[in-house]
């Protein structure tokens, strides 16, 4: 079955833009995750999802991030007036549900996002 | 604070046992997570869990706050980046170490 998918791949803004990443979960799968890859960096997490809800969005690092999650599936992290520091990879992930270590996380392959 | 430490590199060569170490500092986890990523493709999850288990060549040694994959008989296609994270029993947010990168020589 089809794993879960992120668009775009890549995405080149100018600074001050917004903009929009998109992430189709595997189906089924209730629980979703936003992390971000900077430079010389590991995964930070951002924000999850459980269904259309967002539990825990500790994560995020200013107001300029939001993230929204409709009909229990595909999720849009929107980035308002970008900044060059937002420059990262943004990785979605999945799992069946949000029982921690019970429920194995299935990442996509990411959006690499640059603000010149 | 919460975090999750490994070393940023390691170096091995084709054929040998190669080990990368993780401790984390997170009060309410109990579960590690090792996840392979090449650059520009999906990390995937090697193994995982609260007791030392074995998937194929990664093995996973398990301690409180610690633990160690085991890769067995490395290969050149091994090289990557590998993250470390851990996960309390409740919700889902892994919090991931900075990645260790694996060189391995022919």
């Known amino acids: 079955g089809a794993g879960v998918s992120q668009s775009p791949s890549n995405k080149v803004t100018e600074k001050g833009k917004d903009v929009e990443l998109r992430c189709d979960p595997i189906?089924?799968?209730?629980?979703l995750y936003w992390y971000r890859q900077s430079l010389g960096q590991g995964l930070e997490f951002l924000i999850y999802f459980q269904g259309n809800s967002a539990p825990d969005k500790s994560g995020l690092p200013s107001d300029r991030f939001s993230a929204e999650r409709t009909g229990g599936s595909v999720s849009t992290l929107t980035i308002q007036r970008t900044q060059q520091e937002d420059s990262a990879v943004y990785l979605c992930?999945?799992?069946?549900?949000?029982?921690?270590?019970?429920?194995?996380?299935?990442f996509g392959p990411g959006t690499r996002l640059t603000v010149l | 604070k919460d975090q999750v430490f490994q070393p940023s590199t390691v170096a091995s060569s084709e054929g040998a046992v190669v080990e990368i170490f993780c401790n984390h500092s997170?009060?309410?986890?109990?579960?590690f997570f090792w996840y392979l990523h090449f650059p520009g493709c999906a990390p995937r999850l090697l193994v995982k869990?609260?007791?030392?288990?074995q998937q194929g060549r990664y093995n996973m040694t398990y301690e409180r706050f610690s633990s160690s994959l085991l890769i067995l008989q490395v290969r050149e296609a091994d090289a990557a980046v590998y993250y470390c994270?851990?996960?309390?029993?409740?919700?889902?947010?892994?919090?991931f170490g900075q990645g260790t990168e694996l060189s391995v020589k022919p």
């Open positions: 994270a851990v996960c309390g029993n409740q919700g889902g947010k892994l919090i």
């Open positions: 869990g609260s007791k030392p288990s």
């Open positions: 992930a999945s799992s069946l549900e949000d029982r921690g270590a019970a429920d194995t996380q299935y």
């Open positions: 189906s089924g799968h209730t629980a």
């Open positions: 997170v009060s309410n986890a109990y579960n």
